[in-house]
């Protein structure tokens, strides 16, 4: 996978729970990116580091610099533990180059934007977007006053009556009062815990929206399981899987890249054959089918103690 070193050139405490950053290349130039994109950002914590996933969230018009914001997480990992506490200016990080998986519809009648917490990130791209293309939009933003409500204010002057603001997390957004009664075109675009993504996608899918025209995106963490051993039947090798690491991570702590983009179970980028040993899938994308034999590393583990993949 590709890699770019990057200077941290500044870096801003939106609240005491967000962190931003403005990163520049160390040489020559940024690639350009398109709203909704995404990079991974390495995170060198010891043996074990980490690759984690964040939005870039300036205007695609500007790519002199790349700016991600950071959500500190009582259960991290360490990662954005590491960038709170660690990352400052003039520090350097290696990220991967943008991958969107989650854009804009050219032909979308109406843009209808709903964020929770950070998930805020990838709209701020959004939203500079569609100002520039004079769309048609409303941005509908669920947060905890003074904690996660990042870019709040900067957005509800920017937008005027196109922001709703929704104190509290998610209570007092009426998902259904949104998307109802919605022009035939419109698209609702969706990004926060997995919580509000499944909220907007089951109402949606209640009143009638097409699956086509709904869109999300989420950057969650793997979550832990039972550690368990993974043999590799083509190369012979045996590697243990933490009960807090991926077997993604572990492949790639020894030395085994597979592609991959979301590090979520949503883009299918890392879909690996499995052999042998019970599966516990947990992404997003294989059919039933599709799982009798393939499973994505980056979300999924074993229900054994043992798995069995083809690499
Ligand atoms: S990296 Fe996207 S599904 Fe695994």
């Not at 390495?42 to 043996?47: F, I, Q, S, T, W």
């Not at 979301?262 to 690996?272: A, F, I, K, L, M």
Request: charged share 20%.
């Amino acid at each position: 996978m590709n890699q770019i070193e990057v200077r941290v050139e500044a870096t801003r405490l939106l609240t005491p729970l967000v962190r931003e950053f403005t990163l520049s290349a160390l040489q020559g130039r940024l690639p350009k990116f398109s709203s909704g994109s995404h990079i991974q950002v390495r995170l060198p914590l010891g043996e074990r580091p980490l690759r984690n996933a964040y939005s870039l969230l300036g205007d695609p018009a500007n790519v002199s610099t790349y700016r991600i914001a950071v959500r500190k997480q009582d259960d991290s990992r360490g990662g954005s533990a590491f960038m709170h506490e660690q990352i400052h200016e003039g520090s350097t990080l290696t990220i991967t180059p943008p991958a969107n998986l989650f854009s804009l519809h050219s032909d979308a009648r109406a843009h209808i934007l709903i964020a929770g917490g950070i998930g805020i990130t990838p709209f701020l791209a959004h939203v500079a977007e569609l100002e520039r293309d004079a769309a048609d939009f409303e941005l509908h933003y669920a947060y905890r006053h003074g904690l996660t409500d990042a870019y709040r204010s900067e957005l509800s002057e920017r937008l005027g009556s196109r922001f709703h603001g929704y104190d509290g997390e998610y209570a007092r957004l009426d998902i259904t009062r949104v998307l109802r009664g919605r022009p035939l075109g419109a698209h609702v675009y969706v990004c926060g815990p997995q919580q509000l993504l499944d909220a907007v996608r089951d109402t949606a899918r209640a009143l009638g929206w097409p699956d086509g025209r709904v869109h999300w995106e989420a950057f969650s963490a793997p979550q832990p399981g039972t550690p368990f051993v993974v043999t590799l039947m083509r190369s012979g090798l045996r590697l243990d899987v933490a009960y807090d690491q991926s077997l993604l991570e572990a492949l790639e702590a020894n030395g085994v890249d597979i592609p991959n983009l979301c590090r979520g179970g949503v883009c299918g980028q890392c879909s690996t054959r499995h052999i042998a040993g019970d599966v516990d899938h947990r992404d997003m994308v294989l059919s039933p089918s599709d799982r009798a034999t393939h499973l994505m590393p980056c979300v999924s583990r074993a229900h054994s103690t043992s798995l069995f993949l083809d690499l």
